[in-house]
């Protein structure tokens, strides 16, 4: 059969034994099928991550759409033919949308929450196939993400008197370590030496403004800080220009993603506000680069979000 773009010709080898005059008989069907994997709403051919799917331990579950024609050897279309298609991984499920169509073409999908290689072959005994061999990694998530962005405190942004901060032999901004915009609030600050401070004790309940919010704590002296190198998130450290909160129901955790007009990310941490199809970065910290991004073309903007799996 001569090759064209939708047909290829299949080469294989086979060995006869020592005996003289023998022979390898091999049968090749006479009904031919090719597949072909349509592109996706991002203009390519990787896996699509349903809208309603949610991660199971700690696993997305990939899509995949894939194009079956059948024809018989002289280029006749075969219709309402009903395919049998197989993996040859045990944990992957294939689907037929039904018989063929009158161009022989029937849709295969396949699903499966298990990265790495597989392959697909065609179980019918009068229909000939190359195995479709496929790997999973990389994935469109079906829905596009609400990109907004968060940040720790700085102490350059503060002005109140400087004050003694117990467990770090050091003195810094009041407000910094104790108002409602400061450390004992958002958990990590930045201080003006460049370290990262957070409290490991808070033994102070809340002074309220006239307006009944929260602005500074009761009893400083409850307080305990300590020194360390850097914002620490759900389940990694956090660092600017590489980490994200999310929904781990969405994106595993620990997972690297690629977001439109953002790069690569790794979800290290989570928040209570961060449900579904919703992404916050961390930018840094301080009240300059939070301006930067407020006033930037990301923040509370819609973007395509790609599954790159795990690892640097």
Not at 36 to 50: Q, T, W
Not at 105 to 123: K, N, P, Q, W, Y
Not at 261 to 285: L, P
Request: one cysteine or more; a neutral charge; hydrophobic letters at 35%.
């Amino acid at each position: 059969m001569t090759d064209s773009t939708q047909w290829v010709t299949v080469h294989d080898t086979a060995y006869t034994n020592t005996n003289p005059n023998s022979c390898v008989e091999v049968r090749i069907a006479a009904n031919l099928l090719s597949w072909d994997i349509p592109d996706n709403r991002y203009g390519d051919k990787l896996p699509l991550i349903p809208s309603s799917s949610r991660v199971q331990h700690g696993k997305i579950l990939y899509h995949l759409p894939i194009k079956a024609t059948v024809k018989s050897r002289t280029g006749v279309p075969l219709s309402n033919r009903t395919l049998s298609i197989k993996s040859d991984r045990a944990h992957d499920t294939v689907r037929i949308s039904g018989p063929t169509d009158s161009d022989g073409c029937a849709i295969v999908i396949l699903e499966s929450r298990e990265s790495g290689d597989l392959s697909l072959s065609v179980m019918d005994d009068n229909i000939t196939a190359v195995p479709l061999r496929l790997t999973l990694k990389e994935a469109w998530y079906e829905s596009t993400f609400l990109i907004t962005g968060y940040h720790v405190c700085f102490e350059s942004d503060f002005t109140g008197e400087p004050v003694f901060a117990h467990g770090t032999n050091d003195y810094h901004k009041k407000d910094f370590l104790y108002s409602a915009r400061g450390v004992v609030m958002q958990g990590t600050g930045k201080a003006s030496n460049g370290r990262y401070i957070r409290p490991t004790q808070v033994n102070s309940g809340w002074h309220r403004n006239n307006h009944g919010n929260r602005d500074y704590l009761n009893n400083p002296d409850g307080v305990a800080f300590t020194y360390t190198n850097s914002v620490q998130g759900a389940y990694n450290p956090v660092t600017e220009n590489h980490s994200i909160a999310v929904d781990p129901d969405v994106i595993p955790k620990r997972a690297q993603v690629n977001i439109e007009m953002v790069g690569n990310r790794f979800a290290d941490d989570t928040g209570s506000a961060i449900v579904g199809h919703h992404i916050d970065n961390f930018f840094g910290a301080g009240a300059a680069i939070q301006t930067t991004w407020e006033i930037g073309p990301i923040n509370n903007t819609q973007r395509k979000v790609k599954y790159i799996g795990f690892g640097s």
